[in-house]
């Protein structure tokens, strides 16, 4: 599993990713997933489901979002997750050179993760405007 994204960590528990293949029909033949959040899912159910067909929408690229930020000279926002993080996790992202290199590491390994995505899956739903992502999937592959 990639656990080193922010993005990608918080939907990345195994028992709970397990469980959930574990709960989907035999007969099952398409899955549609949504971003980048749902990759440790999309390789634990590749892994398990070889033959099965998975979309993915990736017309919310993260990556593009951390390059506004960045833009911006803003840190990342942590929205619902703020009473689940510990509060000097929380300072230490609103201290702007701590936050901005977050924000910069996100970027770089999103770009990755968003990449690795093209690979295993049988078709990626992006904006017209994304057009240089997928060749940048087309040329990786």
Known sequence: MYKRQLQCALY??????????????????????DGVRSYAFLVALRRR???LRIVT?????????MDLLLRARESLSPGY?????????LQAMAFKPIGQS???FERSTLR??????CEPVSYTHLLANARSFFDQCARSS
């Open 49 to 51: 489901r070889p033959s």
């Open 102 to 104: 977050i924000v910069q």
């Open 112 to 117: 990755r993760v968003e990449r690795r995505i």
């Open 12 to 33: 990345a528990n195994r028992g709970d990713l397990e469980r959930l293949i574990d709960a989907l029909p035999e007969d099952l033949t398409a899955v549609y997933l």
């Open 81 to 89: 997750l703020t009473k689940r993080l510990p509060a000097p996790f």
């Open 57 to 65: 929408d990736l017309d919310d690229l993260m990556s593009r979002r």
